[in-house]
C-alpha cells in the first residue's frame, strides 16, 4: 500500500504532482500495489484522487453525526465502486466528537454493522483502543471486539494509529479480524533516527547523503513489519 494522507497533501501543496509519481509507480511495480488516499475529509479531494487513478480511498466522515457520515459515505462509495475503486471509511462515536480514534472511544458491533451495511464500504477503520501518533507501543487492544465487529459486519477491518501496538498485539490483532495495519508514527521515528546518525557527520550538505540511509532503513524496517 502507497498510502497519502489528506494532510500529507496539505504539506505538498497539490494532489497532482506526488499524486502521479505514486500511481506510476505502482503501475511499473513488479508485485501488486495499491493507491491509497488516506484519511480524506474533503469529498472533493476524493474524486480528484479516483480521477488520478488511485485504487483505494478512505473517506474520512467520522467528524460528522451517525446520520450524515453514513449519507456521504454512501455517495462516496457509489461514485468509488462506479469507477472500480475500494473504499474505507470510519466510524466514530456517537456524536463524531473526536473521531474514532480518540482515547476510550470504542466501535459498537451493531451500529458498525449498519453503517456498513446502509453504505456499502469495502473496508471499516475501527476503535478498539489504538490511537493516533503513539510514541511508545502500549496500546492495549480489545482482541475480543475486533473479533466481534469483524462476524458482524464481514468486511476487513483497519487498525489506525499502529505505531502504538505492539508486534505480539498486531500480530493478535490480524489474527482476530484485523485486515489493513496504519503504521505512521513509528516509521516516521526510523527514518529520523537514521537521519540523524548520519547528520552526526558534519561534512554533509548533500541531502541524499542522509536521505538514503534513511530510506534504507524504513525499507528494513517496513520489511520485518510485514512478516510481523
Partial sequence: VLQLSENALAF????APIGTALVTLARESTVDVVVHLDHATDEALVD?????????????????????NAGRTAAVVRRAHAAGVWVEAELGEIGGKNGAHAPGV???PTEAAQFVGETGVDALAVAVGSE?????RSASLDLALI????TSTGVPLVLHGSSGVSDRAIAQAVASGMRKINIGTHVGRVFTDAARAALADESL???RRFMEPARVAVAAEVERMLRV
Avoid: K, N
Fill in 12 to 15: 505538498h501543496g497539490a494532489l
Fill in 205 to 207: 550538505i548533500d541531502p
Fill in 132 to 136: 493516533h501518533a503513539m510514541r511508545e
Fill in 48 to 68: 480528484a484522487a479516483i480521477a488520478l487513478g488511485f485504487t483505494s480511498v478512505m473517506y474520512d466522515g467520522a467528524h460528522h453525526d451517525y446520520a450524515d
Fill in 106 to 108: 470504542r466501535t459498537d
Fill in 147 to 150: 473479533e466481534r465487529i469483524a
